[in-house]
Structures are given as C-alpha cells and as structure tokens.
C-alpha cells in the first residue's frame, strides 16, 4: 500500500466536489486529453508543452511526475491524503478504482479515481509534526515515503483517527514528501501552513478544555464587544454572551458556544446553539469548533446563514492574527506570537 497526497485546488475549490463525488481529481486546466494513451512519461512532458506553451521545461518536468503516477503508478487500496483549505483538517481515503477520463466533464475535473473516505475532517493537530512536514508540500499530487507514515496511518486508522501518541510523534525526525515517480525537483513547504501548525499546537497546550473560550472571549472583546463567559461546567447552552459597546447593549448580540473537543461537530450539536438564541434574546450565534465541523454541517445550514457562523481552526486563527496587537497583554504573554517576512514560493510558470 501507498500513501499519496492529492490536494483539491489551490485554495481548496475542489474539496467539496471531491468528498460529494467520491473522487480525487487532477485538477489541471485545459487537460482534455485521455492521459491513458500515453505510452511513457516522455510523452506526457512533450504533450504537455504543447498544451502549456508559455511555461518553462521545469514546470512540463514537474507536471508529468505528478500526472503521470495518478494515472499510472496508483493501485487500489493505496490511501490519499487530502489536506483542506476550506478548515484545517485532514481527509483520508482510500482508492477502489482505476484511472478515468471523462472528455465531457467539467474542466478541470475529466480526470478521476473512484475512492471510499475513511477519514473524514481529521484535525491537524491528531497528526505528528513530522508527518504534518510532509502533508505540506506545495505540490499537487506526490508519494508520502518518510516517517514510517503507512504504519502509523494504519495505526491511527485502527485507532478511530484519534491523535498519536508522543511515542509515535517522537519516533522519527522530521521528513518531506517525495516526489511521485523518478522526479528529483526539491518538494517547497508551505511555510504558512507549517508556522500555522505550530500555533495551533500552542493554543492547545495552553488554552485546552474551557480555556480555548478565554482565549475566544479575548478575540471579540478586541472586536469590540463587551463579553459575559460562563464558569466552567454546565453553561445552560452558551459560553459566552457578546454584545456591542462599551457596556455590550448594541447590535449585534451573540451567543458563542466554544467546543475543543477532538471530533468534528455535527448538526444537531449546531442546532442547539440555534435554540439558545431566542432563549438569550440574542440576533446571532457563533460557533468555535477547535476541530471542525462535519462536512455537511455547512451545506445543511445555508438557511441559518444569517444567524449563525461557524469557525473552525482556521478563522479562529485568521481572527486571532487580525487582532492580535489589541488582545490582552495577558493573553499575549500566554500566546506570544511575533509577523515575519519570508519569501512567496513562485510559480514554476514565472
């Protein structure tokens, strides 16, 4: 068995499409050619300069050994990793079926693998840091070889996704993904999500359990809101009541369930926020999931878009780097953080 990375778009586009389908898709623009009747990888790079003229001989190289092992190289039962954009989780799932071409599907998704999700929106942080190294290569479709990663996978698999053990977390030093088929180009991180990933790790080490809400409280009392946070235990439904103003009587008024539990949320969780706003007398509600939602909470809840948001990892982050600067000097000494500047990887058809 292989572990493969397959990312779903740039800024993951195509993730919603690929969990509802099924399907992990090469996602390339303007492939509309069956990749099967390519006889070798020379093929496929001289094909692919004609289809991508103003791109450099690097890029056709790095696109054919990543093209070229989807079609070719993948069997069933080999796993694939899916990172997400959308929130900052993992999708696993496992391949039932060979390469197909669709001339009339919708570009850029003509190209397929059948696979079963037996992963779904697994937090980042159940995932050793290592392991986490190698999930983020800026490359689209590559092998995972380092870290032992098929055997703790399967580990973690047996283990109902919980998160490793620091055992398992420990055991090697950290790695990189390799690049599929005989490419030899160095595999780029993404430093943002790597830094991210730290973060995330400090966060919960130091605010776990009912403390993720203090550090939430924080965020909105830096937005401007005027917060009321229930003791630790029973909360009658909310852990914190948020309202504008210096004394929290404007608009809006929220009412903010926080949960750091380690599974995703589900909708009848969300639900209960949505009874607790008419019970507080509140006009919104937002719900902090430091792992995720499932991936039908969102689509199920297009009707409640106007009372209710949903954060995961990711907006709790991108709201904590927006305000950062206004927190609490307390929670700053809890959480120190400091910007840098680093250079932006450019792309191969520069």
């Not at 929106?121 to 990663?149: E, Y």
Request: hydrophobic letters at 40%; aromatic letters at 10%; a neutral charge.
């Amino acid at each position: 068995m292989a572990i493969w990375l397959v990312r779903a778009g740039e800024h993951g586009e195509f993730e919603k499409k690929c969990i509802e389908d099924k399907r992990v898709y090469i996602t390339w623009d303007n492939l509309s050619i069956d990749l099967r009747k390519m006889k070798d990888k020379e093929e496929l790079k001289n094909t692919l300069a004609q289809l991508y003229p103003d791109n450099k001989p690097k890029a056709w190289i790095n696109y054919a050994g990543q093209i070229w092992p989807f079609v070719q190289t993948m069997v069933k039962t080999d796993w694939v990793i899916m990172p997400l954009k959308t929130q900052r989780t993992i999708q696993i799932g496992e391949i039932t079926g060979d390469y197909h071409f669709e001339a009339t599907g919708p570009t850029p998704c003509q190209h397929w693998r059948p696979v079963q999700w037996i992963g779904e929106s697994i937090p980042r942080d159940h995932f050793g840091k290592d392991l986490l190294n190698s999930f983020g290569a800026f490359m689209t479709i590559c092998k995972i070889q380092n870290n032992q990663a098929e055997s703790r996978l399967q580990a973690m698999y047996k283990n109902g996704w919980k998160a490793e053990s620091l055992s398992d977390i420990t055991k090697k030093p950290a790695g990189t993904a390799i690049g599929a088929g005989e490419s030899t180009l160095p595999v780029d991180s993404d430093l943002q999500e790597l830094a991210d990933d730290g973060i995330a790790q400090l966060i919960k080490a130091r605010f776990s359990g009912h403390a993720l809400a203090r550090l939430v409280e924080g965020i909105l009392n830096a937005q401007g809101y005027t917060t009321w946070r229930s003791p630790e235990g029973p909360d009658g439904g909310v852990d914190i009541l948020a309202g504008a103003g210096p004394l929290g009587f404007g608009s809006p008024r929220l009412c903010v369930e926080v949960k750091s539990e380690a599974n995703p949320i589900d909708r009848p969780t969300v639900d209960k926020l949505l009874g607790a706003l008419q019970k507080f007398q509140a006009q919104e509600g937002l719900f902090v999931s430091w792992s995720g939602f499932k991936s039908t909470v969102q689509k199920e809840l297009a009707g409640s878009f106007f009372r209710v948001r949903l954060w995961s990892q990711k907006e709790l982050l991108a709201a904590l780097f927006a305000v950062y600067d206004k927190l609490d000097e307390d929670l700053r000494a809890e959480l120190p953080l400091k910007r840098i500047w680093t250079v932006a990887v450019q792309d191969e058809n520069a």
